[in-house]
């Protein structure tokens, strides 16, 4: 794994910090401000009363479900404890759409939304909306494209809190085709591309419910694929409390698994690993866990340098409870923080 981590840091990091700079993500509740120029939209340049365009879809926090969640499963109280591969290595590009680079350039798009793009209850969520965009961002030193088409669909269009169906290429009777958003990065430095899947389809039960939760990425440098993360949820859902406002992840309490295999395709070493949240609530008071736990179980495939073989995180409240660990060779720590 620390092989992988390191590749993970300077092929697919190097591209999220050449491409955007900041390398950051809209935060859940935000629509990430709005694309110059050229900006993607239904085609006019303006949506229709009570549509949806491309650019609202992809700068919504509809389009940061999964990293969102991602993000809460790589998060460690204990510097360099946790065996999965951070968010911000991944996902950077993805929600800055506006984003400028460090030299001032920004994105320059044209998309186009079709279908039934009516949002009543104004979620960002069309009852069945394909948004389709394509994004160039230049400089003396690079040039980067960032392409894909999402197809999403409202469960309710007159309720803003339902569940809703997503995926990045086209749903058909309830099938996604999993077609990757790709972006990529033409440098000095070398030539990097990172592909995207994303495929889930939540419902609003008396929880809310992951029928399916797919998320994948896949890193490459000079066209050699380098690194891969595939994920997996089972059974996964969000019980959420009732706050009076019209976000969903915000306060709640988190259950079920994820399993997440992540591959060094450069050195053949592959491992899986299993996240179980167990009533993990999380707070928008707190800006996060303050009470449950996570718990990460890998494989320590042999040969592999997956060197933790467990990792529980418990919390007490805020900001606070303890970490237990064990590695490959049957050695335990515990921390509290």
């Known amino acids: 794994m620390k092989s992988l981590l390191l590749i993970s840091g300077?092929?697919?990091?190097?591209?999220t910090f050449i491409a955007c700079g900041t390398g950051?993500?809209?935060?859940?509740?935000?629509?990430?401000?709005?694309?110059?120029?050229?900006?993607?939209?239904?085609?006019?340049g303006v949506g229709g009363a009570n549509e949806v365009t491309a650019e609202e879809f992809v700068n919504s926090?509809?389009?940061?479900?999964?990293?969102?969640?991602?993000?809460?499963?790589?998060?460690?109280?204990v510097m360099g404890s946790n065996p999965l591969p951070s968010m911000n290595m991944f996902m950077g590009p993805m929600g800055t759409l506006s984003a400028k680079s460090m030299d001032g350039s920004r994105w320059?798009?044209?998309?186009?939304?079709?279908?039934?793009?009516?949002?009543?209850?104004g979620d960002y969520i069309p009852v069945d909306g394909l948004f389709e965009f394509d994004c160039n961002m230049a400089s003396s030193q690079w040039n980067a494209s960032w392409q894909g088409t999402i197809n999403v669909k409202d469960d309710d269009d007159n309720d803003k809190k339902s569940g809703w169906d997503s995926c990045t290429g086209t749903i058909n009777n309830d099938t996604c085709s999993r077609e990757p958003i790709v972006m990529t990065v033409q440098s000095n430095m070398g030539n990097f591309r990172l592909d995207r899947i994303f495929d889930f389809d939540l419902d609003k039960q008396a929880a809310y419910v992951f029928?399916?939760?797919?998320?994948?990425?896949?890193?490459?440098?000079?066209?050699?694929?380098?690194?891969?993360?595939?994920?997996n949820g089972d059974g996964l859902?969000?019980?959420e409390e009732d706050d009076g406002d019209d976000e969903i992840f915000d306060n709640g309490t988190w259950n079920g698994s994820v399993s997440v295999t992540v591959t060094d395709h450069q050195n053949s070493e592959?491992?899986?690993?299993?996240?179980?949240?167990?009533?993990?609530?999380?707070?928008?008071?707190?800006?996060?866990?303050?009470?449950?736990a996570f718990e990460i179980t890998c494989d320590c495939p042999q040969g592999s340098q997956v060197t933790l073989s467990l990792l529980r995180i418990n919390f007490t409240r805020c900001g606070s409870g303890s970490v237990y660990m064990q590695d490959c060779d049957g050695y335990t720590q515990n921390i509290s923080f």
């Open 108 to 121: 320059t798009c044209s998309g186009n939304s079709s279908g039934n793009l009516e949002d009543k209850d």
């Open 24 to 44: 950051s993500k809209a935060p859940e509740g935000s629509t990430g401000g709005g694309v110059d120029d050229g900006a993607p939209d239904n085609g006019s």
């Open 237 to 239: 859902s969000f019980d």
């Open 10 to 15: 300077l092929s697919l990091g190097l591209l």
């Open 211 to 231: 029928n399916t939760f797919f998320y994948q990425w896949k890193g490459y440098q000079d066209n050699d694929l380098k690194v891969s993360v595939t994920v």
């Open 270 to 292: 592959s491992g899986t690993c299993n996240v179980n949240f167990d009533n993990l609530h999380v707070s928008e008071e707190c800006d996060g866990a303050d009470s449950g």
């Open 61 to 77: 926090d509809k389009m940061n479900t999964a990293d969102n969640i991602y993000s809460i499963m790589t998060f460690s109280p």
